[in-house]
């Protein structure tokens, strides 16, 4: 993308990919999946993504991935489309693929919530036998069967940083990266 002279802040992109007088706000996934309790590296190595060809499914599998390497465990992943019906189903084939798997991260809290039903129907315990964790913290994470722990990523502090930025570009100042980490809602699918 290329920018005119005017200030612009890009909201959620890479660094590298913004050229000209701007600035990025952007959550690290990767900050996100490596706290989880007990730890991803340890106990889990498979992931539900959405669709790769958007920004949100490529950063969240990287987050996933980045918190498994070094650790000599294999990451599976099945594909969704951030609805509820793809979550159940990729569960599925994530249980195909290796049915002694123990933990998922989800691309966000409705494919999570369709994992754990493809789960409760395998007669899977969650979390005793596979730990699950969505992205996004909607609402209806905190009222699922068993709980569901989610990544909370901060809209109001993106957006203060976004102002923030933007109004140092307009007086001038430089364009400097932000980054608004995550914060991990622990509750009991994990």
Known sequence: MTLTKSPGVALRMRANSVRGPAGWVATSAVRVVQPCQPPVEEIGKAASTGPLDLFEARERLDGHREALRGTGRRS???????????????????????????????????????????????????????????????????????????????????????????????????????VVPNELVVRESS
């Open 76 to 178: 599976i992943v099945a594909l969704g489309d951030f609805t509820r019906a793809s979550g159940a189903e990729a569960m599925r084939q994530l249980l195909e693929d290796d049915p002694a798997l123990d933990a998922v991260f989800a691309s966000d809290d409705l494919m999570a919530i369709g994992a754990l039903r493809t789960l409760r129907r395998a007669g899977r315990r969650v979390p005793e036998d596979v730990a699950v964790v969505g992205f996004d913290d909607i609402e209806a994470a905190a009222y699922t069967a068993p709980a569901l722990t989610s990544v909370r990523s901060p809209v109001a502090d993106q957006a203060i940083a976004t102002v923030r930025l933007l109004l140092g570009l307009v007086e001038g100042g430089p364009g400097e990266p932000v």
